[in-house]
């Protein structure tokens, strides 16, 4: 069966400080890999979204960045963060983005 | 820009009763919805799908679709207070980035729905 391991689950950052989240997928190859972000009340904003490796696309301008340097392996970094970029953060898969979406845990990151 | 609207609520409703969380979108073209259950502090899980226009009935759980009006609804029979959550609608449409026929799902802010006792 696919599973699909996010962490860490909780974070505290100071500003200024760099972010590496990390993410990865079980059981099935070439998924269709999403980086979202759910600030506090809000919905889920799509970030990143990857269809193959080294194949990234940017929904939102950000000082945020994504890579996906193998298969099943998402990344998500940031040189610098900023006290905005507290959220909490969801990766997803699914097959073809035409079938359901499969989460992660999560992780809830406070930039202090 | 797609949009997928959403109540915010919170609906309120007692035990046993029917909840109704509706949501709208905004791309004619758009061709598969999904309504996900999220618990506070938890990611999102599928509760169903629905590709074609009418009902669709899984257990207590009823999604519904009009393509004519752009609207996607779930019912919610015999409400119970497991049930409080907030509900994401999405909407799952081509990637204008990827070609071989990949999706993107835009997803709604969600409604809180509460089930009191």
């Known amino acids: 069966s696919q599973t699909i391991h996010q962490w860490p689950a909780t974070l505290v950052q100071p500003v200024g400080s760099p972010l590496s989240l990390e993410c990865t997928v079980e059981?099935?190859?070439?998924?269709?890999l999403y980086w979202y972000r759910q600030a506090a009340g809000r919905g889920l904003q799509l970030l990143f979204y990857?269809?193959?490796?080294?194949?990234i696309s940017s929904e939102v301008p950000q000082n945020l960045s994504a890579s996906r340097p193998q298969d099943r392996q998402f990344i998500l970094s940031s040189k610098k963060l900023l006290l905005s970029d507290s959220g909490f953060y969801l990766c997803?898969?699914?097959?073809?983005?035409?079938?359901?979406?499969?989460f992660g845990q999560g992780t809830r990151l406070t930039v202090v | 820009q797609k949009e997928v609207e959403q109540n915010s609520g919170p609906l309120s409703v007692p035990e046993g009763a029917i909840a109704s969380l509706n949501c709208t979108y905004s791309?004619?073209?758009?061709?598969?919805f999904f309504w996900y259950r999220q618990y506070s502090g938890k990611s999102p899980e599928l509760i169903m799908f629905i590709y074609s226009n009418g009902d669709k009935e899984d257990g207590r759980f009823t999604a519904q679709l009009n393509k004519a009006s752009q609207y996607v609804s779930l019912l919610i029979r015999d409400s119970q207070p497991s049930d409080s959550a907030t509900y994401l609608c999405?909407?799952?449409?081509?990637?204008?980035?990827?070609?071989?026929?990949?999706?993107?799902?835009?997803f709604g802010r969600g409604t809180s729905l509460i089930v009191h006792p």
């Open positions: 059981g099935t190859s070439n998924p269709n």
């Open positions: 990857s269809v193959g490796i080294g194949q």
């Open positions: 999405a909407v799952q449409d081509p990637s204008p980035h990827a070609s071989g026929g990949s999706y993107i799902p835009t």
């Open positions: 997803a898969w699914s097959v073809d983005g035409n079938t359901e979406a499969f």
């Open positions: 791309d004619r073209g758009s061709q598969s």
